[in-house]
């Protein structure tokens, strides 16, 4: 067995779990609010063609991944525009999104077709630690984002759980009618965390443009990672740790397939281990949009409705 | 009048000395479209004492304890806090002079600890929260109350009466001087109500005042130190001394004429059988909702079911209905046999259901009146709404529903005038001639008057020889109105007893489910 594909593909699945990383707690910031937004792939792609553009005409990555992110945040203030301030149905508003961002991304992107860019985001060295066998490249071989996309879950759980904004986040998630009540903004709270969870996806989709794609490939380029983000946000459970996690498993079954194949293993189909993540999505999808089985999985109680204020 | 040319020599009850006014308001107007919900309006509270707001749902009381809390500016007249004028822009700014509203509707996060809920909210909070601190903070002042509470508990997990404990901490944790409780009392069962009012005099003693919401007369007369009545979003009284108060005289100022307080049992010689449960038990996931009931109710006769919420009443009545079919057992009406035949069979033999949700399960709030009574009619494919038109005019007027006519909104109905449609159709017959009524909490959320009304139609159908079951969490109905009463405690029957000749504290302890325990 060849000892480096196996490195390869660890290598590759944590810089898949990063990208899920990003776009999972986006959406889980989001969702904690009470806002589904299904356009997570929508936002990906629109972010990662902004970012590529920009880093391109800049020549700088981190230009790149800042536009990234605040294409991310615009993009889910119209979904946030949509559904808090004219209560329309989530799940549609989400799609049209979708629909909306994959079409942007492909016009922004006629230009991009086929170039590259020449500056990349590089690993980061630990000196000796990352030439440890094995462990090394996958443990220190990866680039700053990948370990800012691990503290910032920590840092999620931590604002989540231990802080008076988390208290209220979740607080807005689970009864907004009670948020209302101590004289705080339900629509305020909805809308700064649907843009902040618009950044994190667009921070996600600009580095995987930047560190890993390094060209457009219009849908391609992410590949339904944005529909297996929203999943992921419904195994883990709404709690950002486990999104780690998650992620990781996540991206080995998505690296899987291709190492088996490399290494001539046929006993699986290779086709049937690369249908495995999206079968879990569509499950995971169906259930988060039934609101029956959505409050069984344990989702914020007002995941998806529009709050109103009952008036006496 | 202004309520303070109204000083009485007696100040409350603990308190000696003159106490101060707190909190007042003065010709306070409040314009909603078409009503006037409050018209010049006077009132105020001083520090360590009860006074209540007294009316009917639609007098003008919750929208006088709004403006009063900040969720309401008045239109005109002003607000003053210990002698200073001050304007309330929102229930936040109410919070900052110390005025907080306790909500008949909990504002509670149910996944929540009780300590999260009762900080939530707070702005003087620190960023990071020290979850120990907290709890510490919580239980010192709940305890200070004599609010005993688990900091760490779960608030979905709490009874209602722990839950409504769990608003008032958090008002007081929040500086609350002045508690304005919105009918405290409809949610709970009598022993919480007793604890209840411990509280509310554990607080009036450390110099906290409450404005209580009331439209419960006996309760009023028991916990105020003065009553505001209004009426029409006028005051049309004042009371001022503990007990000494005339219940009648108050019903008077509330409803404006002389009505009968308590509902008169309409004695008739029972007939025959006609609902018959047999042994009937019912599972869901495994946890058994109903187990074990058997009685009969007779035409003539009003059996009433008395429980805390949630102890299988509104399963019983669907299983009656033949909504739900139950795990074992049967269900009979008038001698046929509807246990897992479903509603229409049920209907076929006699049945007819006024169940709890009168919007959402009883009438199709978007429909009009006339097409909510065609649905129990018949069930021909071309809706015929000629000949059933008449009809619904005559109902409307005999069931003194105020509705522009049949084509009245549901929806845009009050709710006692909604639960009068309801009845209306189901009274009035459908495919075949009433022999059941089963009808659940048929009074709740209704004014004086609509009650009066309510429970006057039931006596009548009763007298006509109609069997009804009556599922009520309101004691005093069940009791009242029952011919005979059984209690229901975690899905089984505890308690048997004659309604005449109940003892409340009897049919309290088994609703607490002490009945079967004895005294531990």
Same mark, same amino acid.
């Given at each position: 067995?060849?000892?480096?594909?196996?490195?390869?593909?660890?290598?590759?699945?944590?810089?898949?779990?990063?990208?899920?990383?990003?776009?999972?707690?986006?959406?889980?910031?989001?969702?904690?609010?009470?806002?589904?937004?299904?356009?997570?792939? =929508?936002?990906?792609?629109?972010?990662? $063609?902004?970012?590529?553009?920009?880093?391109?005409?800049?020549?700088?990555?981190?230009?790149?991944?800042?536009?990234?992110?605040?294409?991310?945040?615009?993009?889910?203030? $119209?979904?946030?525009?949509?559904?808090?301030?004219?209560?329309?149905?989530?799940?549609?508003?989400?799609?049209?999104?979708?629909?909306?961002?994959?079409?942007?991304?492909?016009?922004?992107?006629? #230009?991009?077709?086929?170039?590259?860019?020449?500056?990349?985001?590089?690993?980061?060295?630990?000196?000796?630690?990352?030439? %440890?066998?094995?462990?090394?490249?996958?443990?220190?071989?990866?680039?700053?984002?990948?370990?800012?996309?691990?503290?910032?879950?920590?840092?999620?759980?931590?604002?989540?759980?231990?802080?008076?904004?988390?208290?209220?986040?979740?607080?807005?998630?689970?009864? #907004?009618?009670?948020?209302?009540?101590?004289?705080?903004?339900?629509?305020?709270?909805?809308?700064?965390?649907?843009?902040?969870?618009?950044?994190?996806?667009?921070?996600?989709?600009?580095?995987?443009?930047?560190?890993?794609?390094? =060209?457009?490939?219009?849908?391609?380029?992410?590949? =339904?990672?944005?529909?297996?983000?929203?999943?992921?946000?419904?195994?883990?459970?709404?709690?950002?740790?486990? $999104? $780690?996690?998650?992620?990781?498993?996540?991206?080995?079954?998505?690296?899987? #397939?291709?190492?088996?194949?490399?290494?001539?293993?046929?006993? %699986?189909?290779?086709?049937?281990?690369?249908?495995?993540?999206?079968?879990?999505?569509?499950?995971?999808? %169906?259930?988060?949009?039934?609101?029956?089985?959505?409050?069984?999985?344990?989702?914020?109680?007002?995941?998806?409705?529009?709050?109103?204020?009952?008036?006496? | 009048?202004?309520?303070?040319?109204?000083?009485?020599?007696?100040?409350?009850?603990?308190?000696?000395?003159?106490?101060?006014?707190?909190?007042?308001?003065?010709?306070?107007?409040?314009?909603?479209?078409?009503?006037?919900?409050?018209?010049?309006?006077?009132?105020?509270?001083?520090?360590?004492?009860?006074?209540?707001?007294?009316?009917?749902?639609?007098?003008?009381?919750?929208?006088?304890?709004?403006?009063?809390?900040?969720?309401?500016?008045?239109?005109?007249?002003? @607000?003053?806090?210990?002698?200073?004028?001050?304007?309330?822009?929102?229930?936040?700014?109410?919070?900052?002079?110390?005025?907080?509203?306790?909500?008949?509707?909990?504002?509670? +996060?149910?996944?929540?600890?009780?300590?999260?809920?009762?900080?939530?909210?707070?702005?003087?909070?620190?960023?990071? /929260?020290?979850?120990?601190?907290?709890?510490?903070? +919580?239980?010192?002042?709940?305890?200070?109350?004599?609010?005993?509470?688990?900091?760490?508990?779960?608030?979905?997990?709490?009874?209602?009466?722990?839950?409504?404990? +769990?608003?008032?901490?958090?008002?007081?944790?929040?500086?609350?001087?002045? @508690?304005?409780?919105?009918?405290?009392?409809?949610?709970?069962?009598?022993?919480?109500?007793?604890?209840?009012?411990?509280?509310?005099?554990?607080?009036?003693?450390?110099?906290?005042?409450?404005?209580? !919401?009331?439209?419960?007369?006996?309760?009023?007369?028991?916990?105020?130190?003065?009553?505001?009545?209004?009426?029409?979003?006028?005051?049309?009284?004042?009371?001022?001394?503990?007990?000494?108060?005339?219940?009648?005289?108050?019903?008077?100022?509330?409803?404006?004429?002389?009505?009968? /307080?308590?509902?008169?049992?309409?004695?008739?010689?029972?007939?025959?059988?006609?609902?018959?449960?047999?042994?009937?038990?019912?599972?869901?996931?495994?946890?058994?909702? /109903?187990?074990?009931?058997?009685?009969?109710?007779?035409?003539?006769?009003?059996?009433?079911?008395?429980?805390?919420?949630?102890?299988?009443?509104?399963?019983?009545?669907?299983?009656?209905?033949?909504?739900?079919?139950?795990?074992?057992?049967?269900?009979? !009406?008038?001698?046929?046999?509807?246990?897992?035949?479903?509603? !229409?069979?049920?209907?076929?033999?006699?049945?007819?259901?006024?169940?709890?949700?009168?919007?959402?399960?009883?009438?199709?709030?978007?429909?009009?009146?006339?097409?909510?009574?065609?649905?129990?009619?018949?069930?021909?494919?071309?809706?015929?709404?000629?000949?059933?038109?008449?009809?619904?005019?005559?109902?409307?007027?005999?069931?003194?529903?105020?509705?522009?006519?049949?084509?009245?909104?549901?929806?845009?109905?009050?709710?006692?005038?909604?639960?009068?449609?309801?009845?209306?159709?189901?009274?009035?017959?459908?495919?075949?001639?009433?022999?059941?009524?089963?009808?659940?909490?048929?009074?709740?959320?209704?004014?004086?008057?609509?009650?009066?009304?309510?429970?006057?139609?039931?006596?009548?159908?009763?007298?006509?020889?109609?069997?009804?079951?009556?599922?009520?969490?309101?004691?005093?109905?069940?009791?009242?109105?029952?011919?005979?009463?059984?209690?229901?405690?975690?899905?089984?029957?505890?308690?048997?007893?004659?309604?005449?000749?109940?003892?409340?504290?009897?049919?309290?302890?088994?609703?607490?489910?002490?009945?079967?325990?004895?005294?531990?």
């Amino acid at each position: 067995m060849n000892q480096n594909i196996w490195i390869l593909m660890s290598a590759d699945a944590i810089a898949i779990a990063t990208t899920l990383i990003f776009a999972a707690l986006g959406a889980l910031f989001t969702e904690r609010s009470g806002v589904l937004n299904l356009g997570i792939e =929508g936002i990906l792609l629109t972010s990662a $063609i902004s970012s590529f553009l920009a880093a391109d005409a800049s020549g700088s990555v981190w230009f790149g991944l800042i536009v990234g992110s605040v294409i991310g945040a615009v993009m889910a203030s $119209i979904h946030a525009v949509l559904s808090v301030v004219f209560r329309a149905n989530q799940i549609v508003a989400g799609l049209a999104l979708v629909i909306f961002g994959t079409g942007l991304a492909n016009f922004l992107g006629k #230009p991009a077709e086929g170039k590259t860019i020449t500056t990349v985001i590089k690993p980061l060295s630990f000196g000796p630690l990352s030439d %440890i066998p094995v462990i090394g490249p996958i443990v220190f071989g990866q680039d700053i984002i990948t370990y800012l996309a691990i503290a910032l879950a920590i840092v999620a759980s931590r604002y989540l759980f231990n802080t008076r904004p988390g208290l209220e986040l979740r607080a807005t998630g689970d009864d #907004p009618a009670t948020v209302d009540a101590q004289g705080l903004s339900v629509a305020r709270i909805r809308i700064r965390y649907t843009m902040v969870g618009g950044a994190l996806v667009g921070l996600g989709g600009s580095w995987l443009m930047l560190a890993q794609s390094a =060209g457009w490939h219009q849908a391609a380029t992410t590949n =339904g990672l944005g529909w297996i983000a929203l999943a992921l946000v419904v195994f883990a459970g709404w709690r950002p740790m486990r $999104i $780690i996690f998650g992620a990781v498993l996540f991206g080995f079954t998505l690296q899987l #397939p291709f190492t088996l194949q490399a290494e001539q293993i046929t006993f %699986i189909p290779s086709a049937f281990l690369e249908m495995l993540p999206y079968l879990a999505t569509l499950i995971a999808l %169906i259930a988060l949009s039934r609101p029956g089985s959505r409050n069984s999985l344990g989702a914020p109680r007002a995941l998806g409705t529009p709050f109103v204020r009952d008036e006496r | 009048m202004s309520s303070t040319s109204h000083e009485v020599a007696r100040g409350p009850h603990h308190n000696s000395g003159a106490a101060s006014t707190a909190l007042s308001a003065h010709s306070i107007d409040k314009k909603f479209p078409g009503v006037l919900a409050n018209d010049s309006v006077d009132f105020d509270v001083r520090a360590g004492e009860v006074h209540t707001l007294l009316g009917e749902n639609g007098a003008g009381k919750s929208t006088l304890a709004a403006v009063l809390c900040g969720l309401y500016q008045p239109d005109a007249g002003y @607000l003053m806090r210990n002698g200073k004028r001050i304007n309330l822009s929102s229930p936040r700014a109410g919070l900052q002079h110390g005025i907080a509203m306790v909500h008949q509707h909990f504002r509670l +996060v149910e996944r929540f600890s009780v300590s999260e809920n009762v900080i939530l909210g707070s702005r003087d909070l620190p960023f990071k /929260l020290n979850r120990r601190d907290i709890n510490e903070k +919580v239980a010192s002042v709940a305890e200070s109350y004599g609010l005993p509470i688990d900091p760490n508990a779960t608030v979905g997990d709490l009874s209602v009466g722990q839950r409504q404990r +769990v608003e008032i901490v958090k008002a007081l944790y929040q500086g609350a001087e002045i @508690l304005l409780l919105d009918e405290p009392t409809a949610v709970l069962v009598p022993s919480e109500v007793e604890k209840l009012f411990e509280n509310v005099h554990a607080m009036t003693a450390a110099g906290k005042s409450i404005v209580f !919401i009331s439209h419960k007369l006996g309760e009023v007369v028991e916990i105020s130190d003065r009553v505001t009545v209004l009426r029409n979003g006028r005051v049309t009284g004042h009371v001022s001394g503990r007990g000494t108060t005339d219940t009648k005289e108050l019903a008077r100022l509330m409803v404006g004429r002389d009505i009968e /307080l308590n509902a008169q049992r309409a004695t008739h010689a029972t007939g025959h059988e006609i609902l018959q449960i047999r042994n009937l038990s019912l599972s869901v996931e495994n946890v058994a909702v /109903l187990s074990d009931i058997s009685f009969n109710v007779h035409a003539g006769e009003m059996v009433g079911i008395a429980g805390v919420a949630g102890n299988g009443q509104r399963e019983l009545a669907d299983t009656i209905a033949g909504l739900i079919s139950p795990t074992s057992g049967s269900v009979s !009406i008038s001698g046929a046999m509807t246990t897992d035949c479903g509603p !229409i069979q049920a209907r076929e033999v006699g049945l007819a259901y006024v169940p709890e949700d009168r919007l959402g399960m009883g009438l199709v709030p978007s429909m009009t009146i006339l097409d909510n009574l065609l649905l129990t009619r018949d069930r021909k494919v071309v809706v015929d709404r000629v000949s059933v038109r008449p009809e619904a005019t005559r109902l409307i007027e005999q069931f003194e529903i105020k509705a522009n006519g049949p084509d009245h909104l549901a929806r845009k109905l009050s709710g006692g005038n909604a639960q009068k449609v309801l009845l209306a159709r189901e009274l009035s017959g459908g495919r075949s001639a009433t022999k059941l009524l089963v009808v659940c909490s048929p009074t709740r959320g209704l004014d004086v008057g609509a009650i009066e009304t309510v429970r006057r139609l039931l006596n009548d159908a009763r007298r006509a020889g109609q069997a009804i079951l009556l599922i009520s969490e309101d004691l005093d109905e069940v009791l009242s109105l029952s011919d005979r009463v059984f209690v229901l405690y975690r899905g089984a029957v505890v308690l048997e007893t004659p309604g005449e000749s109940a003892q409340l504290s009897q049919v309290g302890a088994a609703m607490a489910g002490l009945a079967n325990e004895g005294r531990s």
